[in-house]
């Protein structure tokens, strides 16, 4: 017994090191310490630069009577703010501990910002008294410390406080941005949830049409549309998809349409090998090409052409759905449409159509955005 419990501990162990040191989890590890890297180097020169900035006042300020070396000016500077950069962890810390929504979190924040000041003011004192050669800097520590604290205490206090701003702004600003894609992704969800059950009901529509006249027809119309189900079941629940996968599924769609309306019905597929990779809400072919189907196609003793495009223009993903049906009635925007513009537009793109004398064609815009 023992021996099988370790020779399965031993196989759990090397799983995990298969999975803990696989391609993907190593490009991540270097990914978040480049950009870790990244904002270290970030903070080094915003701090540098606020150093030289300070450096270059105190130097040309007229009201000093007695003008400090540029040398010196920048490198009481440069060890105040480099001190402040060291510290900036502890308070970017102290903000997400004690976000400012109580009155508690306040004074947590009063005591933290004069106790990291006057820390930063002896260090900094003591830095610069141990390597500095200013001959006013040779009365010692002490003296030096005093006058620091007369001097500058009252203009480093607010550099906790402008920290502590930032950071709370930049994590409001990542909230309400991780809000708002949630939302948008409540709403896609909803949209998707109310498309669903009109797609089936007009399949299932266009069997029964079939039922009495073809019967052999309407089985292979229901073994497709099995098929189809199965293969939107078996998909992972997502809101956007890449357009790859949403032309597989429109094309089982259309081999359903296509038993009942046989040669009538003619499809052209003109995709750009790089557009079938970006990003599109799931089920958004689907309605459209249903709407040119029953919409035109089955108007007209003829049939008609089905004509999809799509294709990267700079920023955007364009697709248009065109069909050349001479027949067609009053154009409104049911569910099908009306639900594709809602949910085009909740992620920022455009929608529109025209009722031309060759057809009907809707065009969509779409921020480009790849997996």
Known sequence: MNTRRGARVREVTSAVRVVTSGPRVMRALSYHRDMKARFVLIGIAAWTFVAFYFASQAYFNPAFRMRPRWGEAVAINVTYYYLWGAAMPLVIWLARKYPLRRVSAFFVHVFASIALTAVQLVLAEAILTTFSTAAYRQEGLLSAIKTAFGVNFHSSLPTYWLILAATLAFDYSRSAARLEAQLSRAQLDALKMQLNPHFLFNTLNSVSSLMYSDVKAADAMLTRLSELLRMTVDRQPAA???????????????????????????????IDAEAGHALVPSLLLQPLVENAIHHGIARSDTGGNIDIRAWRDGAMLRL?????????????????????????????????????????????ALPWSVA
């Open 240 to 270: 956007e998809i890449p357009l790859d996968e949403e032309i597989e599924l429109a094309q089982r769609y259309l081999a359903i349409e296509k038993i009942r309306f046989e040669e009538r019905l003619r499809v052209t597929w003109e």
């Open 320 to 364: 248009t759905v065109h069909d050349d049906a001479e027949v067609r009635g009053e154009v409104r925007e049911r569910v099908g449409l009306s639900n594709t513009r809602a949910r085009v537009e909740a992620l920022h793109g455009s929608f529109g159509y025209d009722a031309a004398k060759n057809g009907f064609v809707v065009d969509i």
